[in-house]
Structure formats: C-alpha cells, structure tokens
C-alpha cells in the first residue's frame, strides 16, 4: 500500500502536469462512491473462486473481523453481516428486518438519503415520524429532542451520518445523547454509508444498535454488497421474532447462515469481496481510519480553498463543525457562459470525474474527496478547473 502510494506520488509529481490523467483508464473519481481504488484491489478481482471454495469461505471470515476492528467494535457483542447489493439495499435490509410489523421510526432527515429512508418504511408499512430539517444545516438537537420525548414508542431511531448529497456531518452523538437521556428504549440506527472507514468513530460511545455502510465507500472497495454491523442481541431477538419482511434481504438469516457455515444464503458477490479484502488490509497498511481520516482532510482542504480562491462558494459553512471532508458541495456560479455539463465534460475529458449537485432547489455541483485520491491529485484538479473555466471564458 505504501509503496503504492509513493510510486503514484512519483508519476504525478507536478500538479500541471496533466497528461498522466488524461492517459488514465476511467480518469479520477472526484465521486463519492464508486471511487477510484488501487491497482492492487482492481487486482484481487482477476482470479474466480467458487462461492463454496474454502479459501473464498476463509476470505469472508476474515473481511467480517476485519470491518468490527475498522469499527472498534467488540465481537461478542457485535456481528458483520455483508449483504448482496447496493447501500440502499443495505438500509432496506436492516428496516426490513429490525422494526417490528406495524411498527414507527423516527427520521432524522436532512437530505436525499433521509428521503430515501422514508420511501422504503413507506413501502414495507411502517410508521414514519419525520424530521424535515434544512439541507445546509446538520440535524437541530432541540428538534430532535422534542420528537424523541413526544415519541416514547417509537421502534427505530435513524439518522445519516454523513449526508452525501451535501457533505454536511450530523450529530451521531448527540442523538445517542438525547435517547439516553430520556431511558427511550428505541434501536439506535446510524446510515453511515459514506463515512465509516474514513471517519473516526466510537462505536462503544454511540452504542448504536445496526450501523450500515458499502463495499465502495472509504475503505476503497468496489461496488457490489452492503456492510451491515449489528448487536448480536437484537439480531437473535429480531430474528425470533419473525420481523424480517424480505427473504433475500433478511439481515437474520443472512447472519445464521454465515455463523453456521461461513457461506452466504445467495449467491456472493465473489470478486468485489476479494477486492474488499484487499482494501481492508490497505486500510490497516495506511495507518488505520485516522490516517485515512487525516488523507481525506488534506484532500477536501487542498481542494476547498482552492475552489475559493478561484472563485467558487460553498453550499455548507464550511467554519462549522458540521462541515465534512467526505464530500463538497459548490454552487453554480453566476456568469452567462457557465454550462456546468460543458464543465463537467471538459473536466471529465482531462481525467477528472466530479459530480452533479443534489441539494434539493439549490443549482450545485460536488467534489468528493475518498478514494484513492492523494493530496497532489487534488492539486491537479484546481490546475484543471482553472484551464477549463478559461477555455469557457469563465472569469470568476
């Protein structure tokens, strides 16, 4: 991994030297998942293992250990359950599987994710109570706290960590906080899809009760399987109880199978676990989440006052603690010759893949930060951005 990372560092030794990107397959993914990985995860995908092969089985055992370390969290209280599919599948598999038929949640909601929460407890019958908040604000505390005390039966409390189709960081603690003050007695459910791997976390202090992430987030996999961490105890109880609405998504069959056997209940996502695998132990090689963390911050503050001085505003405050450094959102600016898709385009055509906005009723775009992006890469994108806002006679 380190080797790796200096031999990227030696082919892109001058920010303005922009060709080694362009030449590159695909570009570099300024995304926020699918993100640009290593030659050695890309790697780890070209052999084919049966899905029953005991070094595949081995592999498996050793990615479900490796994601409760990456999570501080204890194994005999907690388990990993990898589950087929996309993040939102993930989400839908814990609501699915963890709130009672005709039961109620409370949403915490304050972006597109939050809102993706709400349509899938809509569907399966649900109860929503939900929390609309402002899309460049984290989650009011005061709010929160009144939901939770007008709520004592409430089942399942949710919340976005890191709201992606801003950036904006919420309050994990501080709804671990509220619910503790007030004895509620509800599963504290933390969607950290974009943050876990690359944000540090206490897992033992939010003492959440499921936590939900992706094979292509901040531990630098590829797409193809959700990563559910739950307590064991409310995977047995949930589980007995019968709440689970899916078959396939059933986060407790899901664990029973893979405790009893080591096998999936469905066909796994073979080469993207093995590519997982490797990413894992390029996390551990790296120095863990801080130092991955610490990479992250350098590459969203390269790239934030660099956006500013060129003349770009951010959507968030970005002097509050609430500002992330997963991902950037920036609004479109005001000149008769910007296109953002000829923006885009230009950058995309130079080996830079950025992102179109989601904040809803603002006109922005987004930079991500994750990935196997270094600080020289971020440098290169500003030189980039400059060359193409002079080529669209942009003067900000």
Known sequence: MIAGMLQRRAMRQSARCLAAYKDKAGGILF??????????????????????????????????????????????EYTCVPMQGSGSMGVESV??????????IIIFRNGAYGDRMKGICEQIGVEVVFHNG???????????EALVKEHPDAD???????????????????????????????????DAMSSFG???????????????????KCVQGVPGFSILIVKREVVQRCGEAG?????????CRQDAGLNKSGQFNNTPPVQSIMAFRQALRELEAEGGVPAREKRYQS????????????????????????????????????????????FYNKLNDRGFVIYPGK???????????????LPEDSEALLVAVKEVLREMGVEL
Not at 134 to 144: G, N, R, S
């Open 243 to 251: 709440y689970a609405r899916s078959y396939t998504l059933d986060l």
């Open 359 to 373: 904040a809803a009723g603002a006109a922005c775009f987004r930079i991500g930060h994750i990935g196997d992006i």
């Open 31 to 76: 995304t926020p998942g699918p993100l640009s990985t290593t030659a050695s995860v890309k790697e780890a995908m070209q052999v084919d293992y049966g899905s029953r092969d005991s070094f595949f089985v081995d592999a498996v055992a050793e990615m479900r250990a490796g994601l409760l370390n990456a999570a501080g969290a204890k194994e005999e």
């Open 299 to 342: 590459n969203q503050q390269i790239v934030t006052e660099g956006m500013k001085a060129i003349g770009f505003n951010l959507y968030l405050d970005d002097s509050a603690d609430s500002f992330g450094h997963i991902i950037s959102s920036f609004y479109f600016p005001d000149h008769p010759a910007w296109d953002f898709t000829a």
């Open 198 to 216: 690359g944000v540090s976390m206490d897992i033992n202090a939010l003492r959440c009760d499921a936590l939900v992430s992706s094979s292509n």
């Open 134 to 144: 402002a899309e460049d604000q984290p989650i009011d505390l005061a709010a929160a």
């Open 95 to 104: 609501l699915s599987s963890l709130i009672p038929r005709g039961g109620k």
């Open 156 to 190: 399942m409390v949710s919340i976005v960590h890191c709201e992606t189709s801003t950036g904006v960081f919420n309050p994990i603690q501080g709804i671990r906080d509220l619910l503790d003050k007030h004895s509620h007695k509800a599963l504290y459910f933390i």
